[in-house]
């Protein structure tokens, strides 16, 4: 029998939440407040792994002992990282730039636990394609107010998943968390 380490989520969004619920992984969530601003010239992978490194440091001094994990999910086309919209017309333009195309979703994840050394940070990259959506496709679903909080204004989970055509890779990354990456990182640990 393999038994799961209960770990700290350095995040506040409720689809990690939800995801470790659904896999069965005990959990408590204690958000990082973090600057998740870009610096210059970073590009995707290094960037989702350095915040989830930032968040998983943050809060491993306030659960001594704990296994903590961070996690950062962007989406990318054309080489452009595409974050959490601004506002509404943000989200119709990230809408309008994706439809039809495929994309990269990157979440980068960080586990640490203070006593044991060095964070172990990885990253994982799924493929998204989405579906050709019409002005008042796009319409609808920003009004709807689900792709406001969501990196490339959408959320394969919900409403969303009705425009996606077609995924290569592991489905909870786009989620948020790569429920298989994050196992690894935990296992190689628990090998120390």
Do not use: C
């Amino acid at each position: 029998m393999i038994v799961m380490p209960k770990l700290v989520l350095a995040s506040a969004s409720p689809r990690r939440a939800e995801i470790l619920r659904a896999i069965g992984w005990p959990f408590e969530a204690l958000p990082a407040d973090i600057d998740e601003s870009r610096h210059d010239h970073e590009d995707a992978e290094t960037y989702v792994k350095r915040v989830a490194q930032a968040k998983a440091e943050i809060v491993t001094p306030r659960v001594p002992g704990a296994t903590v994990v961070g996690a950062d999910t962007v989406v990318v086309i054309d080489g452009k990282i595409l974050g959490k919209p601004r506002d509404e017309e943000d989200a119709r333009r990230m809408l309008r730039l994706l439809q039809g195309r495929w994309h990269q979703v990157l979440t980068g994840v960080a586990v640490f636990n203070g006593n044991l050394g060095q964070p172990r940070v990885a990253h994982e990259v799924t493929e998204v394609r989405f579906a050709v959506m019409d002005q008042a496709e796009v319409s609808w679903y920003v009004a709807t107010g689900e792709p406001m909080d969501k990196a490339g204004a959408y959320a394969i989970q919900g409403l969303g998943a009705r425009f996606i055509k077609g995924i290569k890779g592991d489905y909870s990354n786009v989620v948020g968390l790569p429920v298989r990456l994050l196992y690894e990182l935990i296992m190689a640990e628990a090998r120390e």
